[in-house]
């Protein structure tokens, strides 16, 4: 028995290793360039946090997504894997190779940033970003400077113009948004570092120098939510130390609302949608060094995507930058209902601006289906162990009878 548990796991760690070369990015089409329609589109997935594998219902989600959106380019917003897949190195490697398989198959470029429970593994993020780079899709890559910088995968990706390839239409920029606190005693997040902050500065005016003088238009994505979300929710109510509203304003939606503190905070009425929900309360640092600051100031970022908070989903604007916060596309871990993903579409032609949905689970499946509303329920961590296991037998049952 042990002699067989021992083949099986060289065959896995063998088998994970494996890189699919069905239609591998070659490194000569690395370059990102807008479509000769003008468009360019960015599919972000945030939040994928599975264990050992990838949960199925989470596996045929992404291939579903990528077949019907068609994207250019797939951004990876952090907690990419999840901590309790922290036991061993082969494991980091192969829950990766799950998902990034899937993109190499489809020969769709791809870049990711790593979130706070990607470095709570046996792997560390360094050695992560390394596993990422033997994927021909992965088009991240650190400049010599970078490398110095705080955290791991703090990059820029430019895009280049359809009608020029020498010249530099759009940037995209990936921020290590870093783990824990380890600044100051205020607890909580940390954030995006100075020298990160002061490399971003830097490597801005570079591009605006070869841009002729003119800010190059950009979007940011990093996996924690910017602390001036508090700045641009409105104060609707206060409650008590357990979390109990008390009392409420007008204003107040439960919907769109959420508690801090003793304080309860709800989405302006203009920011509401179909797409649009606060279902947690948003998981912020405590404090700032000034990134969205430099942002302002450049005048070149249209906003930040993030994930994290992996039952919200909002576009608010602060001060020009946009926060873009994107609910879970994976079932391995805490969500509801509203799991999806987020499509971001370019157009060339203006890029004062873009345009942007959230695909939900519910958009391609429906759950009438008795066998397939189970499997649902089965690989679903937003309910208990026991009505899981009850649902996967049921699974069985009607996928046979």
Known sequence: MKRLSSLLLALVMIFSSVTFLSNAVSEGDKMLKFREDGTFKILQLADIQDSLYLRPLTKTFIKDLLDKTQPDLVVLTGDNIGPHNAHFRWSNKLLIKTFMSIFEERGIKVAAVFGNHDAENKLNKDEQFAVYQQYSCFIGAEAEEAKALSGCGTYNLPIMSGKDDSKTAFNLWMFDSQEYNEENDLGGYGCVQKDQIEWYVKTEKAL???????????????????????????????????????????????????????????????YRGEDVFLSETPCPPEYSNGQVQAMIDNG????????????????????????????????????????????????????????????????????????????????NDMYSVPTRLRAMVKWWFYSIF
């Open 208 to 270: 605006t120098g070869k841009n002729g003088g003119e800010p190059v238009p950009s979007l940011a994505f990093q996996h924690i939510i910017i602390p001036e979300i508090w700045d641009v929710l409105i104060k609707t109510g206060e409650a008590d130390d357990e979390g109990n509203i008390v009392s409420t304003t007008d204003d107040y939606v439960k919907e769109y609302s959420a508690v801090k503190k003793n304080t309860v905070y709800t989405l302006p009425e203009e």
């Open 300 to 379: 070149n970022v249209l906003g930040i995507a993030v994930g994290h908070d992996h039952k919200n989903s909002f576009v608010i604007p602060y001060e020009g930058v946009d926060i873009i916060q994107t609910p879970t596309v994976g079932f391995g871990s805490y969500g509801d209902e509203n799991r999806g993903a987020r499509l971001i579409t370019l157009n060339e032609n203006d890029l004062s601006d873009y345009e942007t949905d959230v695909i939900f689970f519910s958009d391609y499946y429906t759950t009438d289906d008795k066998a397939f509303n189970n499997r649902v329920i089965a690989n």
